[in-house]
Every structure is written in structure tokens, then in C-alpha cells.
């Protein structure tokens, strides 16, 4: 597998669609190559649209993901399990990204604990069937959803949930975790995919698909089932952005850099769907001095706006997804897509440099994607590596007692740390059951790296001389 691609290699990937388009915008761009205010504001009527090879389908190039819905009185149902989905500014959210070119909605029977597929069927259903895409998942990851009965009522309940006839885009959840033998308890034993492709042969399926996470084996015995003619997938939803462009593997090496998936997608003409374009947020926050840097090469645009148009550019994309909880986040991706602007070849490299830069920092390459939660000992895990991931990004790690800074380091570390993590949530608590770490699409040993906090911070208590993070 080829962890390093050039800048040829990398625009013959993305195709001569990209040159042209950047051709197209200049006379959009002001004298500096910035974009002019009408782009910035997001205009209705501009965004841009991708074409499916399979159906015609005309895709908005930012996908709605309905993973991280508002709830009542304010933040996600992660932050406030027991509170109700805030279904008014749901219905308010689909109704700007509508009005504004956005029609592709992903959802799944798992998110926001298995509330999300009915939120999205109330806010969907107040709009005609013509006007949207919903794409769902068939999420049996639990041994009792294994059974062909249960995973059939599963996708029987999306069809009730979200309140339509077909789905638009099925998608095999999160397939590559454990390898084979997990796909084929899932998907083959059971019977359970070929009856989807019967459903499909229906029209209660329009297109089928499946989301990647772990085990590249997997990813390349279902592309070579497509290649025998076994099995047709009509898409793919694969992780790419520009740190796992190259560095995916080198982060983990149970990860697969995006280079590679994209094009195993791209020279079979399968469309991409891309998640985790800004990596759980982390390429939305990232250290003062590469903003800086990102800033001074384009200073309209915010920092997330790099990585969406980044994951956009590639011309096999069909759609980005974005979970946009807050109604800034969905203007402000709509107005990145309102058009896009392709990254450039000398924006590539310069943002190849950046993806140096952040994996030098060597986090914790946790998404916040709480797959590993609940806890059964009531561990915070995803709030743990956050807390000390951005003490990290923030250049406040207090790694030397000889440091001028260390005891305001030390201070703001721990302080900070017992704010963002109740006392009985932290680190020392965990037993090492192992439990959280088959869930986690990073792979991560989830107990080594909460043993390697848990002896940082002891380490900060005692006052002791700190090793380095890495340590």
C-alpha cells in the first residue's frame, strides 16, 4: 500500500474536473485569489452538486450527518443523555439546509441513542420525498441484532422511523473492525445481505453501500466480491481528510491512509462519501501557530474551511458529511460548498506540511466519536484524551520541572483536568477490561492510553519530574 503520493499523482487522482473548475472560479476570486463576499455568504441556489454514476442522483457536495443532535436546553444528547432531542431546532436545521442545496441526510439506528432516524423522519417529512436523500445504516454491531429476523426489523424500523417507503442509500455499518469472521457473523451466516440486495431488486433500496472502518483485508475482499460481479456496491463511506491523507497508518497501524481507499474507490468509478472530514473536530482546532499559518494563506476562511474543501475536492466525491449540531457550523459549511473552491496543487503540499505538523504533536488520535462509551465503570474516556490532547495542542503540556513554566503548567493541567472530568470518571479508575477498545473506528488501546494518562497525571500530583508525553 503507498503511504506517499506526489502532487502529479495526487491531481491525476483527483481527475482533470478539478483544473477545470479551478479555471471557473477565478473570475469569481478577487485580485489576491480570495474568495469575493457573495461566496462567502453562502448564497442559495450555489452549492455545489455531484452526480451519481448509478441513479443519476444530483448530490449536494455537504451531507447533513445526524449523529450529534441538539437537545433541549442546549448541547448533544452526549453531553445530556436523558435529554430530550430539541426536535423544533432539528426541524429549523433541515429546513435552512434544505433552502440552502443541501439534500443528502445520513443517519443510522444507532445514533443519539437510537433517537436519531426518528428526529430526522419529523424534520424530513415536512419536506417533499423529491427534495431529500436519507441514507441509513444497518448498525447490528450487538450479538442480539445478529439474528437475520432481528437485523431485518432493524431496517424495517428505518423505513418507520424515518418515515418513507425506500431508503435512498443503505449502507453496511462500520464493516472492517474485526476483521472477516465479525463481517460474516453480520452479513453473511444470516442470510442478511443478500436479502438487502433482494431489497434493492424491490426499490425499497436505491443504492447499496457500506461504511469502513479497520482492517484494509476487509475493504479489499469487498471490492474484489465488486470486481468478480458477486456483490455491486453502489458507494463507499471512507474516512479522508488531510492528516489520514498519508498518515493514517502512521498514526495506527491498524488505520488505512485515505489515499489509498480513494483510489481503490476512484479506478473502479465507485463514489466516495467522506466522514470525518475535520477528524472528529481536531482539524477544526488546532495549535495557535498552524492557525496562524492557514490563516495567513487565506484569512476569510476559518480553519475547518481547509479541511472541508480538502475532503471536497476530489471530483469521485459524492458528498461530505458533516454532524452539524449548531446552526453556525451548518452556515458556515454551506458557505464553504456555496461553491467550493478547490484546493489548488501548491495548497496541497502546503496543507501536506500542516498534516506534519499536527502528527508531531503525537495526540491521542481520539474523534470523540463515543463508540467506546458507555464505560461500565463509568470512566469519561473520550472527555480524558480530549482534556489532555489539548493541553497538548495548546504547546501547555508540563513535561520539565527545570521549565520555566511547569508550575503554571501543572496547575492548569490538573485544575483543568478535574473540571473536564469528575473525580470518579478519570483515569485511575479503569480495571483494563478492555470492553471500549473493539468499538473505536482508531483502533486505540483504549486502557494503555488511559494507564499513560493516569501515570502522567500522578506523576503532576507528586510533583515529580515529568517524563516526556511520549513516555
Known sequence: MSKIINRRDFFKLLGGGVVAASAGLVACSGKDGQTTA?????EKGKMTFRT?????????LLGYGMMRLPVVGGGTERDHPDAAIDQEMVNKQVDYAIEHGVNYFDTSPAYCQGRSEEATGIALHRHPRDKYFVATKMSNFSPATWPRKESMEMFENSLKYLQVDYIDYLLLHAIGGSGMDEFNTRFMDNGILDWLVEQKEKGRIRNLGFSYHGAVSVFDQLLQWHDEGRYHWDFVQIELNYLDWNLANEINSSNTDAVYLYGELEKRGIPSVIMEPLLGGRLANVPDPIVAKLKARRPEDSVAAWAFRFAGTPEKVLTVLSGMTYMEHLVENIRTYSPLTPITPEEHEFLMDIAED???LKTIPCNECNYCMPCPYGINIPAIFSHYNKCIKE????????SAEYNKQRRAFLVGYDRSVPRLRQADHCIGCGQCSPHCPQSIDIPQELHKVDVFVENLKRNGKIADVEA
Not at 457573495?38 to 453562502?42: A, L, N, V
Not at 451519481?52 to 449536494?60: H, K, L, M, Q, Y
Not at 504547546?395 to 527545570?402: G, Y
Request: glycine share 8%; no cysteine.
Open 38 to 42: 457573495s461566496q462567502q455568504e453562502g
Open 52 to 60: 451519481s454514476p448509478n441513479t443519476g442522483d444530483r448530490v449536494s
Open 358 to 360: 499536527i502528527f508531531n
Open 395 to 402: 504547546d501547555n503540556m508540563p513535561t520539565h520541572r527545570r
